[in-house]
């Protein structure tokens, strides 16, 4: 569907030309074949109008993931200067904060081998999942407030893990500068009956064993070895996170003509960081990150729990330890060297992740010598990937990499694929044990929705952004 | 008349409505995002529906005919996530570009009865359009799920 022509720059990388009100080029990281899949929907389009937004810096720029979205294309990133530049709702998207968590054991395939069903099965009555799911941890208004400014850091604070979490965590868990007074009533009580919730659609929780080492340095760092068991949790901010983007987008929508900012979509709705709304937007997201931070802390928790009753065994013994916690749905501010000059930029990654590298002040210690876990999951079938940060991506893409395969097949193309198929039954027949709450989530995630995590994780391998230091077999899943 | 047909998106859910009048299409958009969402019998017209339940009015603005169709559906979506009511029939009172009063009769959600199919996050402005034809309107939007 896509007519825009692009130039190809290396094996790894596309330019996009400036044309018309672009502001700058484009670049977007495929292979030949993920090129090829470009051509099918819109989201080179999407890489383009973002192009147009004041204040932008050097690129549009799109991770290998890259797909079809709402105004910014999914696997986008955009830096935009302080001075000049804007912050966009729609950038972000509306699961503010949605990411990865990745937990090691110190058990091996074999310690649970035969126990796996009873553990999922654990896992799934204990984690609160599907649609309208209530959580765990009910809020007072008070207390919700502390969750919105602290993040994971109330979690540890009310008995959910351990403050050494907070290391591993980005940005400790907790982001600066959130205020609830910038959230809106309906965001509040959306968020009051969800802490401690995984959510539907794609988000999940995993339970995979470490199938290949790429890079044993990196993987030694990270406490990664081959046939351990290690777990993924994947979700959000849930209901309080999408109506804060949404009252937002609504507000900057009624508010976009006073800005004088002509916009290729509606979507793309934004305004100056500099103003008074660009910043209550800012604050009013810190808080939807900070609530999904603590939902992930809590989720690990119930997990970590879950494990030791259900296997018997004592947390020493379960040795379950957070590796890293990324979000992949986010506007921060951060310095990059532009032109030689450091700079603050306001980095929009909307299905992209942070992938700092070795000695980067924002690295946790234990990681410093060689840089901050990426984790990127894949479909049900394909496993996960972890990957490392590298001094390119400082370069290159403001830090940042893919975060996940990519959807290449819509929902409903999809359901209609497997239909008369069972999803869990060809996912069993390839070891992976799978509860879902529905069929149809089953099938709208079936593994032939995705691309082809090899190709999208080799991409940024060979690009440098970041390097491949892990793959990860999924044994047992669990979904909304 | 169909009232909505699903078109596809990678990513999303895309949608396309048609209604013989600007009223109608704004009908057909309630009924579209509860018949996407949950198992649920949206009633056409009042009889059919019985009494029962509650009835909400709802008064909606927008900066044009686009934006009043979103921030519509975006009431009827916070309904659902945020307070938990199932809307099965609509009627709209008053519908100009910038400004529509419904009526909107509505059944507390019931995990028995109404099963879930889809999650919709949001009513997006990506795509969207609302448009008059010589016989009806047309609008075409895509739901975040």
Redesign the interface.
């Known amino acids: 569907m896509s007519e825009i022509k692009l130039e190809k720059l290396d094996d790894n990388r596309w330019l996009l030309p400036q044309t018309g009100s672009m502001r700058v080029p484009g670049i977007i990281y495929a292979n030949d074949k993920i090129h090829d899949l470009l051509q099918h ?3 080179t389009k999407q890489v383009a109008n973002v192009a147009h937004l004041p204040g932008i810096v050097n690129f549009s720029l799109a991770m290998p993931d890259i ?5 910014f294309p ?1 696997g986008g990133v955009a830096a935009f200067d302080m001075d000049g530049g804007i912050v966009s709702p ?1 950038g972000v998207g ?2 503010i904060n949605c990411g990865c968590r990745l937990m090691t054991t110190g058990l091996a395939l074999d310690d649970i081998r035969g126990k796996i069903k009873d553990l999922t099965v654990a896992l799934y009555q204990r984690i609160p999942t ?3 799911s209530t959580g765990y941890v009910k809020l007072s208004g008070k207390d919700q407030k502390k969750v919105l400014e602290e993040g994971a850091k109330w979690a540890v604070r009310n008995g959910f893990g351990s403050l050494q979490d907070l290391e591993t965590t980005e940005d400790g868990g907790c982001l600066s500068g959130a205020d609830p007074e910038q959230v809106s009533a ?1 965001a509040l ?2 968020g009051k009956q969800q802490l401690g919730t995984l ?3 794609n988000h999940f929780l995993e339970i995979e064993v470490v199938q290949d080492i790429f890079d044993e340095k990196a993987a030694g760092a990270f406490g990664l070895s081959k046939g351990q068991i290690v777990v993924m949790i994947h979700t959000g901010s849930r ?1 309080l996170g ?2 804060i ?2 009252d937002y ?2 507000l900057m ?2 508010h976009q003509s006073e800005t004088g900012i002509a916009l290729p ?3 793309l ?1 934004c305004n100056y960081l500099a103003s008074q709304r660009g910043k209550n937007y800012l604050a009013a997201m810190a808080c939807g990150a900070n609530y999904a931070w603590a939902n992930r802390q809590i989720l690990m928790h119930l997990t970590q729990e879950v494990f030791e009753k259900s296997l018997s065994i004592a947390p020493r013994e379960l040795g379950m330890r957070l590796v890293y916690d990324v979000c992949h749905n986010i506007a921060k501010i951060e310095s990059f060297k532009i032109n030689g000059v450091e700079k603050k930029l306001c980095v929009h990654r909307k299905g992209a992740t942070r992938a700092y590298p070795a000695g980067h002040e924002a690295v946790p210690a234990r990681y410093k010598s060689v840089g901050q876990p990426v984790l990127i999951p894949g479909d049900m079938g394909a496993g996960s990937y972890i990957l490392v940060g590298q001094e390119k991506a400082m370069q290159e893409t403001f830090g940042s990499a893919c975060h996940g395969a990519g ?7 999809a359901i209609k694929t497997s239909r008369g198929r069972s999803i869990s039954r060809e996912l069993a027949d390839q070891g992976v044990l799978v509860m879902a ?2 069929k ?1 989530t089953l099938g709208e995630e079936m593994p032939e929705a995705y691309k082809n995590l090899n190709d999208v994780v080799q991409v940024v391998h060979d690009a440098g952004i970041a390097k491949k230091v892990a793959r990860l077999k999924s044994i047992a899943c669990i979904k ?1 | 008349m169909l009232s909505y047909t699903l078109f596809d998106h990678t990513a999303d859910i895309g949608v396309e409505i048609l209604g013989r009048t600007k009223k109608e299409l704004f009908a057909h958009a309630a009924h579209a995002l509860f018949d996407i969402m949950i198992q649920t019998t949206f009633h056409k017209n009042r009889k059919s529906r019985g009494g029962k339940g509650r009835q909400l009015i709802k008064m909606v603005d927008g900066a044009d005919v686009e934006d009043l169709f979103i921030n519509f559906l975006r009431e009827l979506l916070y309904l659902f996530n945020g307070k938990r009511w199932v809307v099965d029939h609509c009627e709209m009172i008053e519908c100009s570009n910038t400004r529509l009063i419904a009526t909107l009769w509505v059944e507390p959600y019931n995990k028995k009865k109404h099963s879930m199919k889809t999650e919709i996050k949001a009513v997006t402005y990506s795509g969207l359009s609302v448009k008059k034809f010589k016989s009806g309107w047309m609008a075409r939007l895509i739901f975040d799920v």
């Open positions: 929907d819109e989201s797909h079809w979205g709402y105004g999914i729609g509306y699961d599907g649609v309208g309906r009580e959306r959510g539907s659609g209901g999408y109506q983007c949404d987008l609504a929508v009624k979509d509606r979507q709705a959807r290449v097949m819509s929902r409903t193309q709450g529905s149809g909304g």
